[in-house]
Nanobody, 126 residues
Framework: VQLVESGGGLVQAGASLRLSCVGS????????MAWFRQTPGKEREFVAG????????DYLDSVKGRFTISRDNAEKTMDLQMNNLKPEDAAVYYC????????????????????WGQGTQVTVSS
């Protein structure tokens, strides 16, 4: 399984960005997927997750109402629409795949994810 992120960049506070993750693997539609982020010196944190068919999502409290996660299993993609970005959202964002996901459950522990992308940098200036 390979995951490739894109869409990061430098924006001003209040702006929007859309991150995309393209996956491979015949069973992509069965994977639980998520976005994590990490800043220097801090642990990687869960930002948003989506179950295998997109019927369930979950978010970090601080991004609820601003970020939206979605997926297109036919295209093997997962997106993160980020609106009203804040300086504290700046980080390297990673997409991740959970091959052991089931039903509606969304895993928030990064060590439980099986595959990771290379990351894409999001910088937000104040």
């Amino acid at each position: 399984v390979q995951l490739v992120e894109s869409g990061g960049g430098l924006v001003q506070a209040g702006a929007s960005l859309r991150l995309s993750c393209v996956g491979s693997g015949r069973a992509f539609s069965s994977y639980g997927m998520a976005w994590f982020r990490q800043t220097p010196g801090k642990e990687r944190e869960f930002v948003a997750g989506i179950n295998w068919d997109g019927s369930h999502t979950d978010y970090l409290d601080s991004v609820k109402g601003r970020f939206t996660i979605s997926r297109d299993n036919a295209e093997k993609t997962m997106d993160l629409q980020m609106n009203n970005l804040k300086p504290e959202d700046a980080a390297v964002y990673y997409c991740a795949a959970d091959l052991h996901a089931y039903a509606d459950y969304i895993e928030k522990t990064c060590s439980k994810y099986d595959y990771w992308g290379q990351g894409t940098q999001v910088t937000v200036s104040s």
